[in-house]
């Protein structure tokens, strides 16, 4: 069965830093493009960051702040946030295609692909 994860969300004052982690089973990372969205109440589901064996891609509200990187060994895709503000505040998915396939949505979790039950992070000021 395949299965995503996520953990690593919690509650942190704004210039803080968290590590999102997004852990598979029943297949692997490495055969698919991963991406991390988010969605705050109210607002869309977004794009936050994605990576595939050629490329990586940031939000430019992110890009210079979040690092997005992929541990084989582990099967795992993390999501390193630093500087985080109050606009960082979702619950953050993250979310494998096969590769060309990314799906862009307007509500978190898509209908396409494999995705996780999602983490909160939130930020305060």
């Known amino acids: 069965e395949v299965q995503l994860v996520e953990s690593g969300g919690g509650s942190v004052q704004t210039g803080e830093s968290l590590r999102l982690s997004c852990t598979a089973s029943?297949?692997?990372?490495?055969?698919?493009?991963v991406a991390w969205y988010r969605q705050a109440p109210g607002n869309e589901c977004d794009v936050v960051s994605h990576i595939s064996t050629t490329s990586t891609y940031y939000a430019d509200s992110v890009k210079g702040r979040f690092t997005i990187s992929q541990d084989n060994a582990k099967n795992t895709v993390s999501l390193q946030m630093n500087s985080l503000k109050p606009e960082d505040t979702a619950v953050y998915y993250c979310a494998a295609f096969r590769p060309g396939d990314l799906e862009f949505t307007s509500e978190c979790p898509g209908s396409f692909g494999y995705w996780g039950q999602g983490t909160q992070v939130t930020v305060s000021s």
């Open positions: 029943g297949f692997t990372f490495g055969d698919s493009d």
